[in-house]
Structure formats: structure tokens, C-alpha cells
């Protein structure tokens, strides 16, 4: 009697191929129609700024702030200091000033008007309207005294969906044009021209901008010769790196800065260092509810130049 052989195993299934969607999921493609609208082409250094600029003074500070209203507020600063005034004998000469600041301003979601007038005779007035839902008008004027030396500037904003256009108006016939544009979701390109009949010089420039979660990279070349790079690093919410490199290629002046910004919880500490050997910092203290101390150093050391301020801000 022949024995049944059982048929062979059936062979194992291939394996299931991918499908190539898949495979190109960690990368999404970029959009190139919903690109976000980039900063203005004279904020492209707005990061670094707040670190290796600090609004730094020498003496005295006393600011109050009373509002009237939701909209209106009036302001009182009072300075006492040392101002520097040029001298062909030394490279600092100061002579102690004070004087006394009054202001008011008005914000609105669409206007904003701020003025100030000094007991100097100096008055300062700033103005930003939204003309339309896309277009912003921005002007300055500065009123003294001393002849030649009043200025004023006008700039029209226009916000696309991808792209930001200016164009400026200013004293000494000013005229510049700025455009910038989104090219991916993190990159974006500009460049400017301006002509200033004054000086009778004219120029363009060229600037790109890097920004994600963690770090901003700007570059910077104007045909003036300038070149300007920057780079900020954000090391948690509250702590934020910040180095910039200047360069005239005609001049061959060349400086480069070192910053940091670091938030406390009740407090805030701004300094830099530079390759000149001046170092600054910013120390501003909440001691309470709308009441902030401040504290100001600056010292140059290759010039022997030693700058300390101290001051209070009452009111939000």
C-alpha cells in the first residue's frame, strides 16, 4: 500500500512593498503658494538688536507714566547726566546736563501717536497709521533749535502675503525703495536702493534672512562697502545668545560683538562685548507692580571712556 506524501509547504509571501508616500513622509513639501509674509528689510536685525544694543545712559533716569484712559497716556522724564561734546584736544570731553522730558501718547489697534518735547527745545514726534489692511504709513520728525539740524522721514509699509515692500521719504533728499520676499517657509531675500541728493551718493544692498524655532541668521552687503552678518541662538525661552560681524571692505574697519539676553522671572539682563574692547550691560529689575529699576554700564576700555546710570520707571 503507497504512503501519502504531504504536499510542500506553500512559500512565504514577499514582502509588502512600501508605498512610496511613505518614504517621503518625514519630508514635507514645501508650499511655495502659502509662504508666510517675512519682517520688514530694516527689521532683519530686530533679534540681535535687543541683545547687542541695549538702550544704555550715564546718570540719572526718573520715567512716570499716568494713564488717562485706555487709549491716552501722558509721561514725565527727568535726566541728569554728562553730555559729550566733540573737542580737538581730548576724545571725550563731558559737561554735566540735565534736563526735563514731557510726553504723550495715543494707542490704538490702527493709530499710533507718540510726542515728545524737551526743555532744550528739542520735540520728537512719531506717527503709525494703518492707511488700509495692507498698507502702513510710518513717519518721524525731529524739530530743534540749531539750524540744519531738523529731520523728518516718512515710509509706506505694504504687507503681501509673502512679500514686504517699502518705500521712504526723508530730509536731504532721502528716496529708498526695500523688497523682500518669502522664498521658503524659513528663508526669505530681499535687497534696497537709495539715493540721498545731499550727499549725492546713491547704492544698493542685498539681505537674506534664516529664522526657525532655535536660531535667526541675517547677512547683509550694501555696495557702500558695509557687510553686515548676525546670528542669534535660543538656548530655552528665556535664554538667547546673540554675535554680529561688521565690515567696511573700503575702509577696513572691521567689529565684531558678542551678547546675550537673559529673562528672569523678575528681571531682565541684557550685556555684549565687542572687538574693540567695550563692554556694556543692562540690568532692569521689577520691584513691584508697574514700578522697574534700572541699571546702565558701558566701559571702553581702549578709550578710557567709563559710563554708569541708574533709574526708576513708574507706570506701565
Known amino acids: ?31 511655495y503658494l502659502d509662504l508666510p509674509c517675512p519682517v520688514p528689510h530694516e527689521e532683519i536685525h530686530r533679534e540681535v538688536l535687543m541683545s547687542l544694543k541695549p538702550e544704555l545712559f550715564e546718570g540719572l533716569r526718573f520715567d512716570f507714566t499716568k494713564g488717562l484712559n485706555q487709549k491716552f497716556a501722558l509721561s514725565h522724564s527727568v535726566i541728569m547726566g554728562l553730555a559729550e ?18 510726553g504723550a501718547n495715543y ?30 504709513l510710518k513717519a518721524s520728525a525731529q524739530l530743534t533749535n540749531e539750524p540744519h539740524m531738523s529731520n ?9 502675503k509673502d512679500f514686504r515692500s517699502q518705500f521712504q521719504l526723508g530730509s536731504g533728499s532721502l528716496f529708498s525703495a526695500s523688497y523682500i520676499q518669502s522664498v521658503t517657509p ?6 534696497e536702493v537709495f539715493w540721498t541728493g545731499q550727499h549725492r551718493k546713491s547704492g544698493i544692498g542685498y539681505a537674506a534672512r534664516y529664522n526657525n524655532d532655535k ?18 541662538q535660543k538656548l530655552s525661552e528665556k535664554v538667547s545668545l546673540a554675535s554680529d560681524f561688521m565690515c567696511n571692505y573700503m575702509s577696513r574697519d572691521v567689529t565684531a560683538s558678542f551678547g546675550y539676553d537673559y529673562i528672569l522671572r523678575q528681571c531682565r539682563l541684557r550685556g555684549k562685548i565687542d572687538s574693540n574692547g567695550c563692554v556694556g550691560a543692562l540690568l532692569e529689575e521689577r520691584l ?24 526708576l520707571t513708574v507706570g506701565e
Open 288 to 311: 513691584n507692580m508697574g514700578v522697574n529699576f534700572i541699571l546702565s554700564a558701558e566701559i571702553d576700555h581702549r578709550k578710557k571712556d567709563y559710563k554708569f546710570g541708574f533709574g
Open 1 to 31: 500500500m503507497a504512503t501519502l506524501v504531504p504536499p510542500p509547504p506553500p512559500p512565504p509571501p514577499p514582502p509588502a512593498t512600501q508605498p512610496a508616500s511613505s518614504k517621503t513622509a518625514g519630508k514635507e513639501k514645501v508650499d
Open 85 to 102: 561734546i566733540p573737542s580737538p584736544v581730548s576724545d571725550n570731553l563731558k559737561v554735566p546736563t540735565a534736563h526735563y522730558e514731557f
Open 107 to 136: 494707542l490704538d489697534p490702527k493709530l499710533m501717536l507718540i510726542g515728545r518735547i524737551m526743555t532744550d527745545g528739542r520735540l520728537n514726534a512719531r506717527i503709525k497709521c494703518d492707511l488700509s489692511e495692507n498698507l502702513i
Open 215 to 232: 536660531m535667526v541668521a541675517t547677512g547683509q552687503v550694501v555696495s557702500t562697502g558695509m557687510v553686515m552678518l548676525s546670528y542669534v
Open 186 to 191: 524659513n528663508l526669505s531675500l530681499g535687497g
Open 152 to 160: 523728518g522721514m516718512a515710509i509706506f509699509d505694504y504687507k503681501g
